[in-house]
């Protein structure tokens, strides 16, 4: 498939799992300085919640974690690092080449200066707001597979707020998700990219939009080299690629091209 000229992507992100380094925060300020010369130079340390569910899930402990943000001038782009993780997201992707390279740069600042000692999981995602337009409406646009239950048909009822699921395993080891979300009040970025700091205009969907978010991961045990994560990376996508390919319509094709 050539490259869209009118892609409904709105969002990327790439997170890398590593073993935890608990002294992370003494590494900041050399962090920082590397990342601010290489595009990231607005600087935010900020705490959050997460939830701990392996000892109950239903009633799972809330923590406290640590995270240092490190985003570009015009905060299309920004590094999230914690103590065992660093993400990637923009709103600005270009190509996975060009995304890679940035990350690239990333991965080797971490590398230097906190050396942690090995990946546990890798995860590219991708996630495309699909409008309808004056000549297809959004269940056009996409299989009939994503586009949950046609209440639209009853007589009476209008389309609800929905979401759906899908997952497989994938040959490499992988976990490839696929969710669709059809929700009104103008809400179309999934609940957990809710809060990003990322500066963005979030397209006008008149309540008539489908979001459709690919997930690819993979937990492993690889040392804590670029080179051997942006391979898996490129691994990741290339399955993403195939599953948008087969989650839109030709006629979707055709309008974006």
């Not at 239903?58 to 999230?80: G, L, M, N, T």
């Not at 337009?133 to 299989?143: F, G, I």
């Not at 997952?167 to 696929?178: D, E, H, M, R």
């Not at 391979?231 to 990741?236: A, F, S, V, Y």
């Amino acid at each position: 498939m050539s490259k869209l000229s009118k892609p409904p992507l709105f969002m990327v992100l790439c997170q890398v799992n590593f073993a935890t380094v608990l002294k992370m925060a003494n590494f900041i300020q050399d962090i920082q300085e590397s990342l601010r010369k290489k595009g990231f130079p607005i600087y935010e340390e900020e705490i959050i919640q997460e939830f701990i569910i392996a000892k109950s899930p239903i009633h799972p402990e809330v923590a406290e974690k640590q995270r240092w943000v490190f985003s570009d001038i015009k905060r299309k782009q920004c590094v999230i690092l914690s103590t065992d993780s660093v993400v990637l997201e923009t709103i600005c992707y270009e190509e996975l080449e060009t995304f890679i390279k940035t990350f690239e740069g990333v991965l080797e600042t971490i590398q230097v200066t906190a050396s942690p000692e090995f990946t546990v999981r890798i995860g590219l995602r991708y996630i495309d707001i699909i409008k309808s337009d004056q000549s297809a409406s959004p269940n056009e646009l996409v299989q009939e597979g994503l586009r949950g239950f046609a209440f639209d048909r009853v007589s009476g009822l209008s389309k609800p707020e929905s979401t759906s699921l899908t997952k497989t395993v994938t040959p490499i080891g992988g976990i490839l998700v696929v969710r669709t979300m059809f929700i009104s009040d103008n809400i179309v970025l999934p609940p957990d990219l809710a809060a990003s700091k990322l500066k963005f205009d979030l397209p006008e969907t008149n309540n008539n939009s489908i979001t459709l978010d690919i997930d690819h991961f993979a937990e492993l045990n690889i040392d804590f080299k670029s080179d051997e994560v942006l391979q898996t990376i490129r691994n990741l996508h290339t399955y993403t690629s195939e599953a948008f390919k087969v989650a839109v319509t030709p006629k979707a094709l055709e309008q974006w091209k």
